[in-house]
């Protein structure tokens, strides 16, 4: 007993120390932040890691989280589906650039005995986050729902507890569509919300919501279909009902794009546009030689970016997920080669 | 004539407060025992539940295989059981020793000024909230080594077993009478040897129950590992890399709203539960066999 203990420990060591030298020859990369694009990177990384050995390990974390660790540069690369604004920047010791990888959608989803499908206006969303409108059967829910029958339930409004770039988007789409939640409360990665429940990532609010009867929370289009989760219907700007899917979020992003690529596509005024679609990016330092990376590293990350928005970006649609279109192509091709290895660029 | 009556009367008296008495006994009997039967049930109804939902996840792919991506049914938890099999040994490593050599201060020095400001810093560190201990490791290992990594989760466990540890060895060490190292020194040993050699050897088995339970407690931990060791959904032994534990598997799927995850996490439960089980049976075996 005593010994064969005394050999599973020396084992247990040998292994450890063979490991190390082991994931020397073997090429990870670290990434955490937004949970919105999850789903479709961990598909990526893994479809990745097949392709290349390289293993991409990426954790849903939410956007705030990713940015605060990019800040300490305790990863490769932060995910974020809200853009650094220029007043942020100041927090990062050296420029970071926004390499956008896919579009999605801000998704209602509710949780209703038969689950009908809703049609929801931007207003009524903003009133019942507000808790001015707390019951399903309300008129203002009924009047644009004829003919579907409302249960008499209370509403319980799940919302985000982390930091969120989901939320930024959210938020951002109900201020711009109602003057009073932009006064009482306004638009960030983390408000205060006025009532409702907190629950951690996408995945946590999509959770939430299925087990609570008369939930209402809002996640990416991704983690509604996984979960065979009913998702409302949302007039645009242009008065469109508009259901998020794989053309109304391609419709939003239909407009031209920035070069460093930092846009907010809510309530963008494309006729078929779905109206709370989002960009989501990676971002990584521009020069990459800082602390102890090494040259390896910082071309295994670029040569990662450069694969996902050219063929990884063929995972995108089978998770409800809009490629970047064209001009966002572009735009992230100059970015990825803008990035520097002590001033050279690490990719030609 | 006056004697027996007052016995009569005592007669009665008792007969008149014996059945009250031994009502009230027999109430209290029950209050003690209810609730010692319910914390049996609770415990019973814990590992019942998490046995029964585990089992269902259980197969070779769970043991051996690495995560899938989010909402892929499949795949499984082998990353966890070697990460947290890693964290554990680190955590073991930088620990033990410490807590051995703490122990043997408070226990020889016992009494002294020096001795109860090592034990108020010792209760201290152990009403630490685990988050926090996290969240310092961050600061003090994964920022300066620009890593998240299993060593930074090793230590922060190592930080949340420390105090367990000194407290159950130092009282492994009491039980060893005092004759013993008065025996050693009198029998000309200088203080170490007796130390090393007598007091140390006589607590032996004190001293590895302390450490099974210790591991025990230090397996089941989540908050300090979700800024050091951080996660990994694939398998990795590397120090200075993120690895991933059963427990961030635990929170990580059971807070998703995949049904398959949801199970796997069961399945999770279920493999550290047996673990700390049978880390428990094997130690009081050993107790008991010592014996």
């Known amino acids: ?348 | 004539m006056n004697r027996s009556i007052a016995a009569a009367a005592g007669e009665t008296v008792f007969r008149d407060t014996y059945q009250p008495r031994s009502l009230r006994n027999s109430m209290f009997k029950v209050m003690v025992t209810m609730p010692a039967v319910l914390i049996l049930a609770l415990m019973v109804f814990i590992v019942v539940q998490v046995l029964f939902n585990g089992a269902r996840a259980l197969n070779l792919e769970f043991l051996i295989a690495e995560q899938r991506p989010f909402g892929e049914p499949g795949g499984g938890v082998v990353q966890a059981i070697v990460g947290t099999l890693m964290l554990i040994v680190i955590a073991t490593l930088l620990s033990f020793p410490l807590a051995l050599l703490g122990a043997l201060f408070l226990h020889l020095e016992s009494g002294r000024r020096s001795a109860r400001i090592l034990e108020g810093a010792i209760n201290m560190l152990q009403g630490i909230p685990s988050i926090v201990v996290g969240v310092v490791v961050y600061r003090w290992i994964v920022v300066p080594m620009k890593s998240f990594s299993a060593l930074a989760g090793g230590a922060a466990l190592a930080i949340i077993m420390l105090p367990l540890l000194v407290g159950m060895m130092r009282e492994a060490l009491r039980l060893v009478p005092a004759s013993y190292m008065e025996a050693a020194l009198a029998l000309g040993a200088p203080r170490w040897r007796a130390v090393a050699g007598i007091i140390v050897p006589a607590a032996r088995s004190g001293i590895i129950e302390a450490l099974g339970l210790g591991i025990a407690r230090a397996a089941g931990e989540t908050a300090p590992l979700m800024f050091t060791a951080f996660g990994n959904p694939f398998l990795s032994v590397s120090l200075r890399g993120p690895v991933a534990a059963l427990p961030l598997v635990i929170y990580e799927y059971i807070k998703s709203p995949y049904d398959d995850w949801h199970q796997k996490a069961w399945g999770a439960a279920f493999l550290l539960m047996v673990f700390v089980l049978s880390l428990n049976l094997v130690i009081s075996a050993r107790k008991n066999h010592i014996r």
């Open chain 1, 1 to 348: 007993m005593k010994r064969s203990a005394r050999i599973a420990i020396v084992a247990m060591f040998a292994a450890m120390l063979f490991g190390i030298a082991g994931t020397a020859g073997a090429q990870t990369l670290l990434g955490a932040g937004a949970s919105f694009p999850a789903p479709v990177y961990t598909k990526m990384f893994d479809a990745y890691n097949k392709a290349t050995g390289v293993k991409v390990n990426y954790q849903a974390i939410g956007s705030s989280g990713g940015l605060k660790n990019i800040q300490d540069k305790v990863v490769d690369f932060g995910g974020s589906d809200s853009f650094v604004k220029d007043s942020d920047m100041g927090k990062y010791s050296a420029p970071i650039v926004h390499v956008p990888t896919v579009l999605g959608a801000v998704v209602i989803v509710y949780n209703l005995p038969g689950n009908p499908p809703l049609r929801l206006t931007g207003e009524v969303i903003a009133n019942i986050y507000l808790g001015k409108i707390t019951k399903w059967n309300d008129k203002a829910i009924a009047d644009l729902n004829p003919g579907i029958k409302l249960p008499a339930m209370d509403i319980v409004q799940v919302y985000r507890s982390d930091g969120s770039g989901t939320t930024f988007n959210f938020t951002a789409y109900l201020s711009a569509v109602s003057p009073e939640w932009k006064q009482v409360v306004g638009n960030a990665n983390s408000v205060q919300w006025p009532v409702g429940q907190g629950a951690a990532q996408n995945a946590g609010v999509a959770g939430m919501v299925r087990q609570i009867p008369g939930a209402i929370g809002y996640v990416e289009l991704a983690y509604a279909r996984q979960n065979n989760m009913p998702v409302a219907t949302i007039r645009n700007a242009a008065g469109n009902w508009i259901e998020p899917n794989l053309s109304s979020i391609s419709a939003a992003a239909a407009g031209a794009f920035p070069a460093d690529t930092r846009i907010l596509l809510m309530n963008t005024d494309a006729r078929e546009g779905y109206p709370i679609s989002a960009l989501t990016w990676l971002i990584v330092y521009r020069e990459q030689s800082y602390g102890n990376r090494t040259r390896e590293q910082a071309k295994a990350l670029v040569d990662l970016l450069w694969w996902m928005i050219h063929d990884g970006q063929a995972y995108a649609e089978p998770l409800d997920y809009a490629k970047l279109p064209a001009p966002a192509v572009k735009a992230a091709e100059a970015i990825i080669k803008s990035i520097t290895w002590k001033g050279e660029p690490l990719l030609k």
